[in-house]
């Protein structure tokens, strides 16, 4: 089956890291995404990695990628406050190009 | 470019009403997808189309009819309003390919559609 699981809450000391991870299923996932989503506020694709990549830094964002154990993490260095939000997880999986799956996603909060 | 629009953007329904939201982006994107974003969940894949005629269910299809009579359009019907399809409803286009082993993918959200059911 298809599922992604992603814990529900964060809470990070502003300038700290921040580390969201999230698990999948489906190994013949080909794309694995990180959105972002604010307040009232539809989806934005924040980084994705292909599925034969380890890793990929994006400014402030690093991914990793553990194809063996299925697992999928952002890091956020220096969070600023700025970076509240819910953050999911998805993948697009193998047998339909258009089908991606979404965690529930891991609400971020930044304390002072 | 616009990217990906939705209209309405909020709408109330009574039960046994039907509607259409609809979606368009101007980006020629082959793949278009609904969903539907419900309190404490991701979002949850309601149909999808790989391309102009071409059209396929997701996770949560019953209740909604989907058609893609063109690449830019892509509406979704609601037959009969019921109160559990109340949600936040995104409608999202993609693109993706692969060249020399290495992914490179280009996907857009519209702003959503706020629906309740009464």
């Known amino acids: 089956g298809e599922d992604v699981e992603q814990s529900l809450f964060l809470s990070v000391r502003e300038g700290d890291s921040s580390v969201i991870n999230c698990t999948y299923t489906?190994?013949?996932?080909?794309?694995l995404y990180w959105y972002k989503q604010e307040p009232g506020a539809g989806l934005q694709l924040l980084t994705y990695i292909f599925s034969n990549m380890d890793m990929k830094q994006d400014q402030r964002l690093t991914v990793l990628l553990n194809k063996k154990d299925k697992h999928l993490s952002l890091r956020i260095a220096d969070t600023q406050t700025g970076d509240s939000a819910i953050y999911f997880c998805?993948?697009?999986?193998?047998?339909?190009?258009?089908?991606?799956?979404f965690g529930s996603g891991t609400r971020l909060s930044i304390r002072p | 470019n616009a990217g990906v629009t939705q209209t309405p953007k909020f709408q109330v329904l009574k039960t046994g009403q039907s509607m259409t939201l609809q979606c368009a982006q101007d980006m020629n994107h082959e793949y278009m997808s609904w969903y539907r974003q419900d309190p404490g969940m991701g979002l949850r894949l309601i149909h999808y189309?790989?391309?102009?005629?071409?059209?396929d269910q997701g996770e949560v299809p019953n209740g909604y009819n989907v058609s893609r009579s063109t690449t830019e359009d892509f509406p979704l019907r609601l037959l009969s309003a019921a109160p559990s399809q109340t949600s936040v409803y995104f409608c999202a286009s993609s693109y993706s390919e692969t060249s020399g082993g290495v992914g490179e993918e280009t996907q857009y959200f519209g702003p959503g559609t706020r629906l309740l059911v009464l």
């Open positions: 189309s790989v391309g102009a005629g071409i059209t």
């Open positions: 998805a993948e697009r999986v193998y047998s339909s190009a258009s089908k991606i799956i």
């Open positions: 489906d190994s013949s996932s080909t794309y």
